[in-house]
């Protein structure tokens, strides 16, 4: 099951909502993937030094603010860290989905780049959390990130209404947090019962 939305749209607080309502079903999160490929003795590191210059590595640590600030003000910066990345964030995701199919689990796959990236292949149904922009730009900046920031990464992302055409499901996150959470575990009920023959 693929799940997707736009930045700060509550995939995350989603996810976990459907997943305690669900033990046979575990997630698998491009997010989590990305960070740990950036992440102190990643496997990528290595190859944003060369691209990007040593300078936006200090003790180990990628400085992941300059690297935002330089992709998402261009475009050509921002294919050339994709191309590092995504066929490694390709591989460990597919590689997570076979182990958990083969320990018997269903997969909640979380993909912000979920259609940007052919990610959809990998899914039977997809679910879209949607989120008013000016809602989402709020949300983000309760998280520290600034308006501005926000409002470039929402450029760089597909459109909600050509997400929703692509989707099975749209989960409306424009309210509170507990609507979002009952939600989620209405879905997710729905989901196992729908698939329980299935992985
Ligand atoms: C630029 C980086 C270092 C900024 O790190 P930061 O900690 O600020 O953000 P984080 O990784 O937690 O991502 C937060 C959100 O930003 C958005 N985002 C990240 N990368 C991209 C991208 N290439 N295009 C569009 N949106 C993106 C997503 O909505 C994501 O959920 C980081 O996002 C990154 O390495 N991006 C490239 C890898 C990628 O495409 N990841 C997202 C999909 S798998
Ligand atoms: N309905 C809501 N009301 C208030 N705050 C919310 C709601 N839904 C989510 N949030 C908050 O908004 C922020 C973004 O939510 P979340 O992390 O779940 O989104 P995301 O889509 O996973 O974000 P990202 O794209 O950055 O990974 C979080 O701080 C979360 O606690």
């Known amino acids: 099951m693929g799940l997707t939305?736009?930045?700060?749209?509550?995939k995350s607080t989603f996810a976990k909502a459907f997943l305690a309502a669900q033990p046979n079903w575990t997630l698998v999160d491009a997010d989590q993937i990305s960070r740990a490929l950036t992440a102190p003795g990643g496997e990528a590191l290595p190859a944003i030094a060369q691209t990007f210059g040593e300078i936006l590595i200090i003790d180990g640590q990628l400085d992941r603010a300059a690297l935002a600030q330089a992709i998402f003000t261009n475009p050509e910066q921002k294919?050339?860290?994709?191309?590092?990345?995504h066929p490694l964030i390709r591989a460990q995701t597919e590689q997570q989905i076979q182990q958990a199919h083969q320990r018997g689990q269903h997969v909640l796959?979380?993909?912000p780049l979920m259609f940007e990236t052919g990610y959809d292949d990998l899914c039977t149904q997809i679910i879209t959390?949607?989120?008013?922009?000016d809602t989402r730009i709020k949300r983000l900046q309760e998280r520290g990130i600034t308006p501005s920031d926000a409002q470039k990464r929402i450029q760089a992302q597909l459109a909600?209404?050509?997400k929703l055409a692509r989707s099975h499901w749209q989960v409306n996150n424009g309210g509170?947090?507990?609507?979002?959470?009952?939600n989620a575990s209405y879905l997710s009920k729905l989901l196992a019962h729908a698939?329980?023959?299935?992985?």
Do not use: F
Not at 176 to 182: C, D, R, Y
């Open 195 to 199: 698939t329980s023959d299935k992985k």
């Open 109 to 111: 796959l979380d993909v």
């Open 176 to 182: 509170k947090i507990e609507s979002l959470e009952n």
């Open 160 to 162: 909600d209404e050509a």
């Open 129 to 133: 959390i949607t989120a008013p922009i």
């Open 79 to 85: 294919n050339a860290l994709e191309n590092i990345l």
């Open 5 to 10: 939305g736009g930045i700060g749209s509550g």
